[in-house]
C-alpha cells in the first residue's frame, strides 16, 4: 500500500527530519538512508518498521542539521591577518575608506563556528532515543495515510467480490449446466449424424448422457467459488495484515474459474466463466495492494 509521512524532532545539539514512503510490494523491503556517523540506528530502524508492516517497498530517510548552540563562534586569526595584509598592500593604490569592523566580519572564513565539547555516549544515545521517537511518530501518520488508502480499497474489492458473487449464481442457474440440457444436445448431435435410420437404444443414449453430465459438472466449482467469496469477506471484515492470504485466495478463484471454463459445453455458461475469470484478474490485482 502508498503512503507517505514526515515528522521532525530536535534537540540542544541537532535538528532532524524523517520521511518515510511505501508503496506495493509482495513483501516487506525496507530501505534506509542515513547520514553519516548514524549508522547504529539502522538495525532498530528496521526492528521498528517490521513490527508496524508486513508488505510494501518501504523508503526511510533520516536528515540532520546541526543546531549553531551545538558550538560558538571564533575568529580565524589566519584568514583576519591575510585580509588585513591585502588591506595594507591597497591602501596606498586605491582610495577607499579604511575597513569597518562588520566588513571584516562578513568576509568568509574569518568567522567560522568552534567544535562544541566532545559528545558523550549518555548524551548521544539520549538523541538516538528521541530520534527513534520521532520515527515512531513517522510510522504511526504513515499508518494513517495507509488506513486512508485502504478503506478505498476494501470497498473496491467488495464490488468486486458482489461481482464475482453474481456470476457464479449466473453459473449455477444456467441452462447449459443441467444435465437435460446435455441430453437434449446429444439427441440433437446424433440425429443430424445418424438420421432416423440408425436409432440409438435408450439405454446406451443414457450412458453416454450420465458420462457427458460426469465430464460437465460444475456444482463443485460453484459451491467453492461461494466459500471463496464467503472467505475473502471474512478476511476484509478482519483486517490486518491479510495480503498474503488474499494472494492465495485469489489463486484459488483463479483455478475454480479456469475449470469451469475447460468443463463446459455451452455458450452462455463459457461466457459467464470468461467474466468470472476477468473480475477475478481484477481482484488478484487489488490484493497486490493489501498489506
Known amino acids: 500500500m502508498t503512503g507517505?509521512?514526515?515528522?521532525?524532532?530536535?534537540?540542544?545539539?541537532?535538528a532532524w527530519t524523517w520521511e518515510a514512503k511505501s508503496v506495493n510490494g509482495r513483501g516487506l523491503d525496507i530501505r534506509c538512508r542515513l547520514p553519516l556517523g548514524m549508522d547504529q540506528l539502522e538495525g532498530q530502524v528496521r526492528t521498528a518498521a517490521a513490527k508496524r508492516f508486513a508488505r510494501g517497498n518501504l523508503s526511510l530517510n533520516l536528515s540532520i542539521d546541526r543546531q549553531a548552540a551545538a558550538g560558538r563562534l571564533q575568529i580565524n586569526r589566519a584568514a583576519l591577518d591575510q585580509v588585513l595584509a591585502l588591506v595594507g598592500e591597497l591602501k596606498d593604490k586605491v582610495d577607499a575608506a579604511p575597513p569597518r569592523i562588520d566588513g571584516l566580519l562578513a568576509v568568509r572564513g574569518v568567522v567560522e563556528l568552534a567544535d562544541g565539547p566532545a559528545e558523550t555516549e549518555d548524551a548521544r544515545a539520549r538523541r538516538d532515543r528521541a530520534m527513534l521517537t520521532t520515527l515512531e511518530e513517522t510510522f504511526a501518520k504513515l499508518t494513517?495515510?495507509?488506513?486512508?488508502e485502504g478503506e478505498?480499497?476494501?470497498?473496491?474489492?467488495?464490488?468486486?467480490?458482489?461481482?464475482?458473487?453474481?456470476l457464479t449464481d449466473a453459473a449455477a442457474t444456467c441452462a447449459g449446466a443441467r444435465p437435460e440440457a446435455i441430453y437434449d444436445r446429444l439427441q440433437a448431435k446424433l440425429a443430424e449424424i445418424l438420421g432416423e435410420k440408425q436409432p440409438v437404444p435408450p439405454d446406451r443414449l443414457a450412458q453416454e448422457v450420465a458420462l457427458m453430465v460426469t465430464r460437465a459438472d460444475v456444482r463443485e466449482e460453484i459451491d467453492r467459488l461461494r466459500a471463496h467469496v464467503s472467505q475473502a469477506r471474512t478476511l476484509l471484515a478482519e483486517g490486518g495484515a491479510i495480503?498474503?492470504?488474499?494472494?492465495?485466495?485469489?489463486?484459488?478463484?483463479?483455478?475454480e474459474a479456469n475449470t469451469l471454463c475447460s468443463k463446459s459445453s455451452d455458450i452462455e455458461l463459457t461466457r459467464i466463466g470468461l467474466s468470472l475469470k476477468a473480475a477475478i484478474d481484477q481482484l488478484r490485482e487489488q490484493a497486490a495492494n493489501i498489506e
Open 243 to 255: 495480503g498474503r492470504k488474499f494472494d492465495f485466495l485469489a489463486q484459488e478463484f483463479n483455478r
Open 4 to 14: 507517505f509521512a514526515r515528522a521532525a524532532g530536535a534537540d540542544e545539539s541537532f
Open 144 to 148: 494513517a495515510a495507509r488506513a486512508g
Open 152 to 166: 478505498q480499497l476494501a470497498r473496491t474489492m467488495t464490488e468486486l467480490l458482489d461481482e464475482i458473487a453474481r
